[in-house]
T-cell receptor
Framework: DTEVTQTPKHLVMGMTNKKSLKCEQHMGHRAMYWYKQKAKKPPELMFVYSYEKLSINESVPSRFSPECPNSSLLNLHLHALQPEDSALYLC????????????FGEGSRLTVL | DAKTTQPTSMDCAEGRAANLPCNHSTISGNEYVYWYRQIHSQGPQYIIHGLKNNETNEMASLIITEDRKSSTLILPHATLRDTAVYYCIVRVADDKIIFGKGTRLHILP
C-alpha cells in the first residue's frame, strides 16, 4: 500500500465553523506533512511531524491546528478560518524526515465562505 | 531567494524525449537535486533525485553537470499523461522540501 488517503476531498465551511481534515498512511512512514496550495501556485509547507512530534511550524496562524494521534494519522483542525484560507490542502508522508521522497495524497479542497 | 531557476513552460511532442532544465548555481556540496511533478488536480509525485552522479529509474533520468550548477530531467518517451508542472528542488538531508514555481510541460499530440 503506497497511498496517502485524505478526507474529505471537498469541504465547504463558514467562517465560524469548526472542521477537520484527515490524512492516513499505512506505509510505516514516521514523518508526515501538511502543505497548502493556492490556485496556480506551488505547494507551501505548513507543518511537519516527525515520530508523532511537531518538528516544524512554518509560522502558520493558530486557526490551523495540527494533530498526530498516532504514526498513521494526521489531522488538521480548522477554526475561524477566513475566505483567503480557501485552498487545496495536501498531506504527505515519508519514511523519515531525512528522506526527501515524499508521498502525497490527492488533497482536500477547502472553500471558506 | 529561490535556489533553483526553471523555465516557466515548455512544449514537447508526444513520443519525443522531454528535457527539462534546472539551474542551481549556488548549490552546496551536500545538497541533493530532487524532481517532483504535479499533474492537474493531483498531489505532487516524486520522480527522482541525485547528488553528483547521473541517475535513472523507471520514470526518468537525471543528468547533473560536473560542476553541479545545473541539471536536466529527461523523460525518454513523453506521453500525454506526462503533461504536468515539474519542480526542481535542492535540499540537504534533514531539510524541508520547498517547491518553487516549476516548469509547466505541455505534451503535444
Amino acid at each position: 500500500d503506497t497511498e496517502v488517503t485524505q478526507t474529505p476531498k471537498h469541504l465547504v465551511m463558514g467562517m465560524t465553523n469548526k472542521k477537520s481534515l484527515k490524512c492516513e498512511q499505512h506505509m510505516g512512514h514516521r514523518a508526515m506533512y501538511w502543505y497548502k496550495q493556492k490556485a496556480k501556485k506551488p505547494p507551501e509547507l505548513m507543518f511537519v511531524y516527525s515520530y508523532e512530534k511537531l518538528s516544524i511550524n512554518e509560522s502558520v496562524p493558530s486557526r490551523f491546528s495540527p494533530e498526530c494521534p498516532n504514526s498513521s494519522l494526521l489531522n488538521l483542525h480548522l477554526h475561524a478560518l477566513q475566505p483567503e484560507d480557501s485552498a487545496l490542502y495536501l498531506c504527505a508522508s515519508s519514511q523519515d524526515y531525512a528522506t526527501g521522497e515524499l508521498f502525497f495524497g490527492e488533497g482536500s479542497r477547502l472553500t471558506v465562505l | 531567494d529561490a535556489k533553483t531557476t526553471q523555465p516557466t513552460s515548455m512544449d514537447c511532442a508526444e513520443g519525443r524525449a522531454a528535457n527539462l532544465p534546472c539551474n542551481h548555481s549556488t548549490i552546496s556540496g551536500n545538497e541533493y537535486v530532487y524532481w517532483y511533478r504535479q499533474i492537474h488536480s493531483q498531489g505532487p509525485q516524486y520522480i527522482i533525485h541525485g547528488l553528483k552522479n547521473n541517475e535513472t529509474n523507471e520514470m526518468a533520468s537525471l543528468i547533473i553537470t560536473e560542476d553541479r550548477k545545473s541539471s536536466t530531467l529527461i523523460l525518454p518517451h513523453a506521453t500525454l499523461r506526462d503533461t504536468a508542472v515539474y519542480y526542481c528542488i535542492v535540499r540537504v538531508a534533514d531539510d524541508k522540501i520547498i517547491f518553487g514555481k516549476g516548469t509547466r510541460l505541455h505534451i503535444l499530440p
